[in-house]
């Protein structure tokens, strides 16, 4: 069984950053699809970015394009999500989640076809 840990969760300022970074417990393999997510509570859970491995391409959701950056460190079988310019929106608890197929595209549209979720780390942005 495939095995999601994310870490990097914390509380910051707002204008702050953080670093989250996910393990996967073994190779996914490509094509695949990995990606970070975010919920706050009383609400549904929401895309955040998503990261092909088939060709490394990327995608964001409005909301974070620009302040956040997806990355994969295919030799540590990580992903991480690079987070700048944090704003008390981000709050949220952060899930990582690998899918077995090529990404969409539409990040919006990701989580329905995941296979494998992280427990999630907290984000706290204060103003």
């Known amino acids: 069984q495939v095995q999601l840990t994310e870490s990097g969760g914390g509380s910051v300022h707002a204008g702050g950053s953080l670093t989250l970074s996910c393990t996967v417990s073994e190779d996914i393999g490509s094509p695949s699809c990995m990606a970070w997510f975010r919920q706050v509570p009383g609400k549904e859970r929401e895309g955040v970015a998503t990261?092909?491995?088939?060709?490394?391409?990327?995608a964001y959701a409005h909301s974070v394009k620009g302040r956040f950056t997806i990355s994969r460190e295919s030799a540590e079988n990580t992903l991480n999500l690079q987070m700048n310019s944090l704003k008390p929106d981000d709050t949220a608890t952060y899930y990582c989640a690998v899918d077995k197929e090529y990404c969409s595209g539409r990040v919006e549209e990701e989580e329905r076809w995941m296979d494998y979720w992280g427990e999630g780390t907290l984000v706290t942005i204060s103003s």
């Open positions: 990261y092909d491995t088939s060709d490394d391409s990327t």
